[in-house]
């Protein structure tokens, strides 16, 4: 089974550019999470989606960022313009929820690593 | 709210010596507990999680943690390190509104083992 895929691995671009994350989660998995990971910190939830649905995205600043889930699969996350401190890793991950308990592991891809100049 | 917070950003051990991660957790009803372990330019890997039921939970790669309520701790530990554990490690915890959960993550724990 592939595991949750996600692209660019690095990217490199100047302050005030755009830039934009792809993820593409295990097949069948209904839920689907953005984390930030600063360096020496643990991952912060953005936004998680339910299908296409955006259902938590307190997190994500709204005023630079977006994300869209068009048909409930891949996903793509956008900086624009980025700044400096927006430079970290982006972590994709994805969980099959609606069991019974509720409760499903995530399943993480490998991240984006930005770096803003 | 909740938070957890994992003692010592780095822990070094040798090799066949016993592995201790400490996380300790903050939460206002039951919660649920998770270990991932990150591996340098990978993502996180679910090691082990406790719901409910047994405190003693048992995880991948020898690993193992224990839920002890009074002290509000979910520490993780292994008995005999490898190479291969060199690694980061998350505690996270989560309260599920309704069955579907958002964990929150510690800083991490880096583990180093010496040869």
């Known amino acids: 089974e592939a595991g949750v895929v996600q692209s660019p691995r690095y990217k490199i671009i100047e302050k005030k550019q755009p830039v934009a994350f792809w993820c593409n989660p295990i097949s069948g998995h209904n839920t689907l999470y953005w984390y930030l990971q600063n360096l020496g910190q643990g991952p912060e939830l953005l936004i998680r989606?339910?299908?296409?649905?955006?259902?938590?995205d307190s997190q994500l600043p709204k005023d630079r960022f977006s994300a869209e889930r068009l048909k409930g699969v891949d996903s793509t996350l956008k900086i624009q313009p980025a700044e400096l401190g927006d430079s970290a890793v982006y972590l994709c991950a994805s969980s099959l929820e609606g069991r019974i308990s509720g409760i499903d592991e995530q399943f993480f891809g490998p991240g984006t690593r930005l770096t803003v100049l | 709210a909740q938070s957890v917070t994992q003692l010592g950003s780095h822990v070094s051990v040798s090799e066949g010596a016993l592995v201790l991660l400490r996380c300790n957790y903050s939460s206002s009803v039951p919660p649920y507990l998770f270990w991932y372990v990150q591996y340098p330019n990978q993502g996180l890997q679910l090691l082990l999680k406790?719901?409910?039921?047994?405190?003693l939970v048992k995880g991948i790669n020898g690993f193992e943690a224990e839920f002890k309520k009074s002290e509000t701790s979910f520490h993780l530990t292994k008995p005999s390190a490898h190479m291969s554990d060199a690694a980061e490690y998350f505690c996270a915890v989560s309260v599920p509104p309704g069955g579907s959960y958002i964990p929150t993550f510690g800083r991490g724990t880096s583990l180093i083992v010496h040869p």
């Open positions: 406790y719901t409910t039921g047994a405190t």
């Open positions: 989606y339910e299908n296409e649905e955006a259902v938590d």
